[in-house]
């Protein structure tokens, strides 16, 4: 995501180095130049805020996918604690059981 981030910014940079040195070496008046440069710098400036809220939003999403898909896993996770905390209460309870029962059996010898 970083990488995506850093060319991003790279690219606009570089756009706007090469946007406005073409600009300045053109055959204009400087007012046209200044104008013109004025121009592609709010159209890339715009270009950029819309990039980036484009990737906010998706970081946004894949975040609030991630939290839900976590949570899930969680919830799963201590279901089947639970289930196998009864069902070793189950087990002790059928052991004991089965002990008394044979102590039982050895006292009536």
Known sequence: MAERSEFLS???VGAL????LG????PQSGERV????KERTEELAGRLREGTQT?????RDTTEAVIQ??????EHGAERVREAIVRGKEAAQ?????VLGRLEELEER
């Open 10 to 12: 790279g690219f606009v």
């Open 17 to 20: 180095v090469g946007i406005g």
């Open 23 to 26: 600009l300045l070496l053109a």
């Open 34 to 37: 200044r104008h013109r440069l």
């Open 55 to 59: 990737l906010t939003e998706r970081v």
């Open 69 to 74: 898909r976590g949570r899930e896993v969680v």
């Open 94 to 98: 059928e052991k004991r059981e089965e």
